[in-house]
């Protein structure tokens, strides 16, 4: 037997490895671009290897150092909320390690290499010197600190794989100085590598699963919360990463004459000034347009007369909603249509009852008449004023005029992009439109439509970014246009010659390519779209009927629930005939001694009716005299009987008595 | 109702947080923690590459964790304890470790337990945590670290792990262990772990071992002075049981006639054989000093060293040194009425020690059956010493009680009370108040 000291495991950390700190600072200053202030952090952090001297802090001196370190926090997050809001929250993140500065200094050059809990926690702190040396220790914050400056560097969001090997590097280097020497270095290199490898792939899948996640979510929206198109703002994905995709949802059916030669166009809305992702207009107001005499028709255009009539079912998810109609729109009629009205911008709206509705579309040779521009639709934002001047330099649009510019600038964006729904690479929020012009050259109807809006505004053409759908797929067994969530288009209107024409410069193949990703159960969805656009779409004269039938539905779940509490039934009666309880109640003066005269009198006499009471059926039966005498003999009854107080004893002996003497 | 689900809930954190301590190196503890920090900024993956941080240490902990399965062997384990151990005083104890393999064994640590013992809501809510007044309100709501603090008295001590570099195969090896024992009463061992690191170090698997004990941890004793009342020698009824070696025993008087009821060997069998009835021996009656310690169990609101003091106090009395031929009554109340006497050949110092060690305060006020035990003996007791936790009603009426039978008494109060009223019944009954602060240097003032 061999004795062994008594060699105690120590449960706190151990200091980071000399230079660890460092690297994750270069790490950090990387990624965020505070090279210059990681250098100099982290050579003053790694300095005190070097020299010997140390300077002895007493507890008070730490205590105030990291309470000035909480007020820096403090004040770093005001500051960066006022400036930022939410989005603040990863610019506070980046800035972590300046916070955590004065704390580390002291560690790094004070005698005791180390930071006592008392110091981070008031609430330790409070606890003075009676605090349990489990929670009142001296622990060396070194291999945290490592950790938080990843974090922070996290925060810059670029070069996504050299991060993660950088990541994986830094923890690499901490993991090799703590690894336990009973295992050879093999084991922990396989052990190490398995671990990254398989930490690259789920970090792979976790952005999957976020883009999959999301669009699974934005599909429900679509499919029970759509809401009607905003006309004063609308969100492009501009920016978003990965795969835009658009689901499959019917949103409204046309019916046609005769069936379109090219795509058609149903505007929804127009919108004028764009900033970072967003387009948005100052505040529309809305025309309210007068009801034909006698018709329900609304006519919104010049012309006298409808060339061709187009029929629209759409789903209203709210009374009032902007629908989607063709430039050319001259009248609209339906009997679901309340009142319908129209802004300066393009945007119809209509009010109707929710659900299904129809509505019959007249359309004439000339445009709906929009307002002419303002100074707004010639606006480039400051951020993207520079590169939108550098391309129409480059394409020498300043000395064209403007049916040249129309035609260089179409081509211009036919010859140098492609069309794409994906966004892999990440840049700062501002930076996708410029990088979409000059480097990626890729981008959906979006990125197209706000950049050729932007660079015709460049060469001083007026344009308007426009939102609505492009009417291409029919359905030859429904015999309409089926309009989905995934044809939803933007293109752009420009203002020359006096008037608004449209401008598509996405590449034709968005259409198709977004029709790649429809789902095998499009034509089974399709079916119950349609099923249920037969049974509630039709028209308002029908609702009764509607109504009826889907009452007719409810039968099957209460014939269900009939069924079933018939069977339950039964099993009740069964448990009760096992559980049967009698119940008795002792009627209090049942044992009055009047009862066996009463009982005399009934077989004498005549008996009691039913309802009368004693005192009426003895003034029946005993007519004379005799009934004052019965009458104070039933008040004693009557108090031994019913009345709750009193000697009940006595009571019944006064009966008695009373009866005695009678006899 | 909330007080009841938090406490419900309690169990599950506190063994988590266990089963963290004991599994998680502390770079194991670190990465563990700095998990959800990063899972929580890398939730939307286009905002911040913190995801890919929370992926590798989330891989490094589950390997980590897959690798410690691969810990195999076979282990004994002995403990060696000594008979007592005193509260607060470190105590060292081996453990043996029988390594079965056929191969050796490198990077053990030895983890012993005592056993975790969880207390219930009742003695939860009345147990006081000494820093509630300085802990933030939230603590103080929720009373976890009041928890903590009852859960590590209850379990009676904190053993540390110990590192056991290598230990050869089929080979024993004797580790020392220390243990602080935090309370008095016996100390239950539970389990021994025998812990490895994987090859990251980031967690540790372990071979566990039912390997129960028990160990009495005596109370903490402080030097008392001898005992200097001003007391009688009084009547002691059984004579000679109590008289083994000294005093008064063995004086014979006279021979009598046999009463019911004497012991039989007291009968003078010569006088027996040659009367043909029984005669018994009569001996002369026993005087000797007989002292009374009364312990007040009773803990209301006072804070529970109050209580802890008073029984080492008690303990340094019963076990300090007396006159020779003296006697000493531990009286108090538990469960029941109890006195225990020491001296004269009666019960030694670790057996009052023993008892005084598993000593509970009472939570129902039981100053009443004190009052009758001390009337039930006053005819024997030279003198009293009464140590009272408090100054409240009842003990004023057990201070009267004691006063009318005109018995020299000590009355020690462990309390100090600011309120006149106190302040005068102190002045009355020259009662001596002892801090905890001052406790050695008060107790040595006494006489």
């Keep these: 037997m061999v004795n062994v000291s008594n060699n105690t495991v120590s449960t706190k950390l151990n200091p980071a490895p000399t230079g660890l700190i460092l690297a994750s600072l270069l790490v950090w200053g990387w990624q965020t671009q505070y090279m210059l202030y990681a250098i100099i952090i982290g050579l003053l952090l790694e300095l005190p290897l070097l020299i010997k001297w140390r300077i002895d802090f007493t507890d008070k001196d730490v205590n105030q150092l990291a309470d000035l370190s909480g007020v820096i926090f403090f004040i770093i997050t005001v500051y960066v909320f006022v400036n930022y809001s939410f989005q603040g929250i990863y610019k506070i993140l980046e800035l972590l390690p300046f916070v955590l500065l004065l704390l580390m200094l002291v560690q790094n050059y004070g005698v005791h290499n180390g930071i006592k809990t008392s110091a981070l926690f008031i609430s330790i702190r409070r606890l003075g010197k009676n605090a349990s040396p489990d929670i009142l220790y001296s622990t060396n914050i070194g291999m945290p600190f490592v950790f938080i400056c ?258 260089i600038v179409q081509l211009y964006f036919k010859d140098n992009f492609y069309y794409s729904i994906s966004q892999n690479q990440r840049y700062t929020k501002w930076q996708y439109l410029t990088k979409f012009l000059f480097q990626d050259k890729k981008g959906h109807c979006e990125y197209f439509a706000t950049a050729t809006a932007l660079l015709l505004r460049e060469a001083g053409i007026p344009t308007r970014y426009t939102i609505g759908y492009s009417v291409q797929e029919y359905s030859d067994w429904q015999g309409t246009y089926i309009v989905r969530a995934r044809h939803a288009h933007a293109w752009l209107k420009y203002y020359v010659d006096g008037a608004w024409h449209n401008m598509d410069t996405t590449p034709s193949v968005w259409a198709p390519m977004e029709a790649e990703d429809r789902t095998l159960l499009e034509p089974l969805m399709d079916l119950f779209s349609w099923l249920r656009y037969k049974t509630t779409g039709s028209d308002i004269d029908s609702k009764k009927e509607q109504s009826t039938n ?71 039966v005993f007519p004379d005299s005799r009934t004052k005498k019965y009458y104070d003999l039933i008040r004693l009854h009557y108090a031994y009987r019913f009345n709750p107080v009193g000697d009940k004893e006595k009571q019944k002996k006064l009966i008695s008595d009373a009866l005695d003497s009678k006899t | ?129 000494p820093l509630d007044k300085k802990s933030n309100r939230i603590d103080r709501f929720i009373g976890y670290p009041r928890l903590v603090n009852v859960m590590q008295k209850l379990r009676g001590g904190s053993i540390k792990p110990i590192a056991v ?114 005669i018994v021996k009569e001996y002369q009656d026993e005087y000797f000093t007989r002292y009374g310690l009364i312990l007040d169990t009773f803990l209301n609101n006072e804070p529970e060293f109050i209580f802890e003091d008073a029984v080492s106090i008690a303990a340094s009395f019963m076990t300090a040194q007396k006159e020779q031929d003296a006697l000493l009554d531990l009286i108090f109340v538990g469960n029941n009425t109890y006195r225990f006497t020491s001296g004269r050949g009666l019960a030694g110092d670790e ?83 002892i801090h905890h602060v001052n406790l050695q240097q008060e107790l040595d003032a006494l006489w």
């Design chain 2, 165 to 278: 570099d290598y230990i050869a195969e089929q080979s024993e090896l004797e580790t020392t262990i220390q243990l602080t024992p935090l309370r008095r009463g016996y100390l239950y061992f539970d389990k021994t772990r025998l812990a490895q690191a994987e090859p990251l170090g980031l967690f540790q698997a372990q071979k566990i071992l039912n390997n129960k004990d028990s160990l009495l941890i005596l109370p903490r004793l402080y030097k008392t002075p001898r005992l200097n009342l001003q007391n009688k020698r009084t009547y002691q009824h059984g004579g000679v049981n109590n008289a083994s070696t000294v005093g008064d025993s063995q004086e014979f008087i006279s021979l009598r006639d046999y009463h019911p009821g004497d012991p039989i060997r007291s009968i003078h069998w010569r006088s027996f054989a040659k009367l043909n009835k029984p």
């Design chain 1, 550 to 620: 889907r009452m007719l539905w409810l039968l099957i779940p209460l014939a269900a629930y009939l069924a079933w509490r018939f069977y339950t039934k039964q099993r009740v009666e069964q448990n009760n005939n096992l559980d049967t309880i009698h119940l008795t109640f002792d009627r209090f003066g049942t044992d009055s001694p009047l009862y066996p005269l009463i009982k005399k009198i009934e077989q004498e006499a005549d008996s009691r009716q039913s309802g009368e009471t004693l005192m009426a059926w003895i003034k029946r």
């Design chain 2, 351 to 433: 057996n009052i020690l023993e008892v005084l060690a598993c000593v509970e305060p009472v939570y129902k006020s039981n100053i009443d059956q004190v009052e009758m035990m001390i009337q039930q003996c006053s005819r024997e007791c030279s003198a009293f010493i009464c140590i009272l936790l408090d100054l409240d009603e009842s003990r004023l009426k057990l201070i009267k009680a004691l006063s009318i039978l005109n018995i020299p008494t000590k009355f020690l109060l462990l309390r100090d009370l600011t309120s006149t009223d106190s302040a005068k019944a102190i002045q009355e009954n020259d009662v001596h108040v």
């Design chain 1, 150 to 407: 990843l974090i922070s560097a996290s925060s810059g969001n670029k070069y996504s794989d050299y991060f993660f090997i950088a990541c994986a590097l830094v923890i690499a280097w901490l993991l090799l100085t703590q690894r336990t020497k009973h295992f050879s270095k093999a084991s922990w290199f396989c052990s190490l590598v398995f671990a990254c490898f398989f930490a690259y792939l789920a970090q792979n899948g976790l952005q999957q699963l976020q883009n999959h996640s999301e669009s699974f979510f934005l599909e429900l929206f679509e499919q029970y919360g759509w809401k009607s198109t905003d006309s004063e703002r609308t969100s492009t994905s501009i920016g978003s990463l990965a795969r835009l995709k658009l689901s499959d949802r019917i949103m409204f059916r046309v019916k046609v004459d005769k069936k379109l030669l090219t795509p058609l166009y149903f505007r929804e809305t127009s919108y004028s000034k764009y900033e970072y992702g967003t387009w948005h207009n100052p505040k529309v107001d809305f025309d309210i347009i007068s009801k034909s005499p006698g018709k329900n028709q609304w006519r919104l255009n010049i012309n006298k007369f409808d060339k061709e009539t187009m029929d629209v079912a759409i789903y209203l998810q709210d009374q009032a909603a902007i629908i989607p109609v063709p430039d050319n729109i001259n009248t609209l009629s339906g009997k679901d249509l309340i009142q319908v009205e129209t802004s300066v911008y393009g945007s119809t709206r209509i009010e109707a009852r929710e659900g299904w509705i129809n509505y019959r579309l007249g359309l004439s040779d000339h445009d709906f008449v929009e307002a002419p521009p303002t100074p707004e639709d010639l606006n480039i934002s400051l951020n993207y004023k520079t590169d939108f001047e550098q391309v129409a330099a480059r394409l020498n649009l300043y000395s064209k005029t403007p049916t040249e510019i129309i035609n």
């Design chain 2, 1 to 129: 109702m909330l007080r009841k689900l938090v406490f419900a809930n309690f169990k599950l954190v506190y063994r988590f947080s266990q089963w963290m301590r004991q599994r998680f190196t502390s770079t194991g503890t670190l990465i563990l923690l700095i998990t959800p920090f990063a899972g929580v900024f890398g939730f939307d993956t286009r905002n911040t590459l913190s995801f890919q941080i929370f992926s590798i240490t989330s891989l490094l902990l589950i390997t980590a964790m897959f690798f410690s399965l691969f810990f195999r062997g076979r282990f004994s384990i002995t403990r060696k304890l000594p008979q007592y151990g005193s509260v607060g005083i470190p105590l060292n104890y081996s453990c043996v470790i029988r390594n079965e393999n056929k191969t050796s064994k490198r990077g053990l640590v030895l983890i012993d337990e005592l056993k975790n013992q969880f207390p219930s809501l009742d003695h939860f809510s009345k147990t006081k945590y």
